[in-house]
T-cell receptor
C-alpha cells in the first residue's frame, strides 16, 4: 500500500531564507505525487503535482519539487521565504495499486520569522 | 466558476439532531469527495463519488450518510453524531471520475467546522 512520510512536523525559517520541506513516499507502482498548502481555517490548495515526464516540477508561488525515484523522495523547495508562506503543507500520493485514493502525509507546519 | 462552495461554514449540533452539509461545484468535475480533518491532522477520506455513484466508502459509521443528487451537488447527512465527530469537514472535486481521477488534483472547499455537543 502506498504511504507518505513528511520529515519534520514543524519547520522554521527566516524571511528570505531557503524553504525545504521533505517528503518520502512508498509505492509499488509509479506514483502520482502532490503538494498541497492549507492556510488557517481554509481548505487545501494545490501547489504542484508530478504525474509523468519532467522530474522537476514548478508550482505556484515560486515553489518547486523534484521527483527522485531512486530516493523515493519529492521534496518541496522555495528559494526565498515570504511571511505569507506560513501555513501547513501536505505531501500526498496516489497510485493504481491504491485504487487512486489520495493518501496525505501528516503535514509540516512552516513558520516564517521576520 | 472555479470554486467549490460549502455550507454552512459553522455548525453546532446536539447528539440527537439531524443536519446536512452541502457542497457545490460548477466546474463540470465528475468526482467528488468528503474528507474529515481533525485539528493538526491531515484530511481523512470518507467517501468518493464518481459519475454520481458512490465508489469509495472508507468504512464510515452509518451516522454519516452521503448523497449525490446531481453532478454538481454533494450532501452529507448527519444523524446521532458523537462529540468525537467534531472536526472540519472538507469537500473536494476533481475533473475526471474513475481511475483517471487519480491523476488529477483535487479542488477543495473551505470546509464546514462541525461541533457536536
Amino acid at each position: 500500500a502506498q504511504s507518505v512520510t513528511q520529515l519534520g512536523s514543524h519547520v522554521s525559517v527566516s524571511e528570505g531564507a531557503l524553504v525545504l520541506l521533505r517528503c518520502n513516499y512508498s509505492s509499488s507502482v509509479p506514483p502520482y505525487l502532490f503538494w498541497y498548502v492549507q492556510y488557517p481555517n481554509q481548505g487545501l490548495q494545490l501547489l504542484l503535482k508530478y504525474t509523468t515526464g519532467a522530474t522537476l516540477v514548478k508550482g505556484i508561488n515560486g515553489f518547486e519539487a523534484e521527483f527522485k525515484k531512486s530516493e523515493t523522495s519529492f521534496h518541496l523547495t522555495k528559494p526565498s521565504a515570504h511571511m505569507s508562506d506560513a501555513a501547513e503543507y501536505f505531501c500526498a500520493v496516489s497510485d493504481r495499486a491504491g485504487g487512486f485514493k489520495t493518501i496525505f502525509g501528516a503535514g509540516t507546519r512552516l513558520f516564517v520569522k521576520a | 466558476d472555479t470554486e467549490v462552495t460549502q455550507t454552512p461554514k459553522h455548525l453546532v449540533m446536539g447528539m440527537t439532531n439531524k443536519k446536512s452539509l452541502k457542497c457545490e461545484q460548477h466546474m463540470g468535475h465528475r468526482a467528488m469527495y468528503w474528507y474529515k480533518q481533525k485539528a493538526k491532522k491531515p484530511p481523512e477520506l470518507m467517501f468518493v463519488y464518481s459519475y454520481e455513484k458512490l465508489s469509495i466508502n472508507e468504512s464510515v459509521p452509518s451516522r454519516f450518510s452521503p448523497e449525490c443528487p446531481n453532478s454538481s451537488l454533494l450532501n452529507l447527512h448527519l444523524h446521532a453524531l458523537q462529540p468525537e465527530d467534531s472536526a472540519l469537514y472538507l469537500c473536494a472535486s476533481s475533473p475526471r471520475g474513475g481511475t483517471s481521477g487519480g491523476y488529477d488534483e483535487q479542488f477543495f472547499g473551505p470546509g464546514t467546522r462541525l461541533t457536536v455537543l
